[in-house]
């Protein structure tokens, strides 16, 4: 029985399936998820669980090289921005696109977890990158 790490099966599935470069998207309650993308739905009431204890769970055990977000959510919810920008820290790049570009990206992404989170336009998009474990023998 899984005890440590990601406890839900279906999240976990789509961690271990990214590679670099792949993406996914944490979203917010109402994203308009396309029908064909694989969904984690954890959402359970409102805000529960929410954008930033879902992404902090993630960061745990996926490295994460680029963080893109609408230009919108900049606008609407500043805050929510900087947090989730502080969970991923200083060396991930980030990056803010209109929010039908992220809808648009959103067709191709290796999967989407729905959160319950209320916050206007907490949808954020994961590219997946080499962490700190890699190492080349010469470089």
């Not at 500043?78 to 990056?95: D, H, L, R, S, Y």
């Not at 590219?127 to 474990?133: A, E, K, L, M, Y």
Request: charge should be neutral; glycine fraction near 8%; aromatic fraction near 6%.
């Amino acid at each position: 029985m899984l005890e440590v790490g990601l406890l839900n099966r279906d999240l976990a599935t789509l961690v271990a399936r990214l590679g670099h470069m792949d993406e996914m998207i944490v979203s917010d309650a109402g994203f308009p998820i396309p029908d064909n993308v694989r969904t984690v739905d954890l959402s359970i009431a409102k805000n529960e669980p929410g954008v930033l204890r879902i992404l902090e769970e993630i960061a745990k055990y996926c490295s994460v090289e680029k963080i893109v977000v609408a230009n919108e959510m900049c606008t609407a919810s500043p805050t929510m921005v900087q947090k989730v920008k502080n969970i991923f820290g200083p060396k991930v790049a980030f990056e803010s696109i209109p929010h039908v570009d992220l809808k648009a990206r959103s067709k191709s992404v290796k999967g989407v977890v729905r959160s319950g989170e209320f916050t206007a336009f907490s949808n954020i998009l994961l590219v997946s990158g080499s962490g700190d474990r890699w190492y080349a023998e010469r470089g």
